[in-house]
Nanobody, 133 residues
Framework: QAQLVESGGGLVRAGDSLRLSCAGT?????????LGWFRQAPGKEREFVAA????????YYADSVKGRFTISRDNSKNTVYLQMNSLKPEDTAVYYC?????????????????????????WGQGTQVTVSS
């Protein structure tokens, strides 16, 4: 089981950029996991944002963030990133990173985006992102 800690959240204005980071505890365990980012806005259910394979060779994004957000990972640093550009007020949420010990292809997880959280078994505590208009 991975232990994950998010950082990088904050208060920004619409159009600004922000990069979130999520660090794992050990390289050996971290590098074997598919990783993802989810977010939860006040009064709404948690939603999928992006995911990346264990080796960084494949990614998958929610339609709402395609072209604006980029997920990447550096296994040598036990870290996954979410680069967020052109931020909008509707991006305001608590952002969570998550790891899956069994997903092998993030483009073929076999469920709708709103059910993807079930494919991830380790979660961080979240970091707040607030985008003002």
């Amino acid at each position: 089981q991975a232990q994950l800690v998010e950082s990088g959240g904050g208060l920004v204005r619409a159009g600004d950029s922000l990069r979130l980071s999520c660090a794992g505890t050990t390289r050996r365990a971290f590098s074997a996991y598919a990783l993802g980012w989810f977010r939860q806005a006040p009064g709404k259910e948690r939603e999928f944002v992006a995911a990346i394979n264990w080796n960084g060779g494949s990614t998958y994004y929610a339609d709402s963030v395609k072209g604006r957000f980029t997920i990447s990972r550096d296994n040598s640093k036990n870290t996954v990133y979410l680069q967020m550009n052109s931020l909008k007020p509707e991006d305001t949420a608590v952002y969570y990173c998550a790891a899956s010990s069994w997903v092998t292809d993030v483009q073929s997880m076999g469920v709708a985006d709103d059910k993807l959280s079930r494919e991830f078994d380790s979660w961080g505590q979240g970091t707040q992102v607030t985008v003002s208009s």
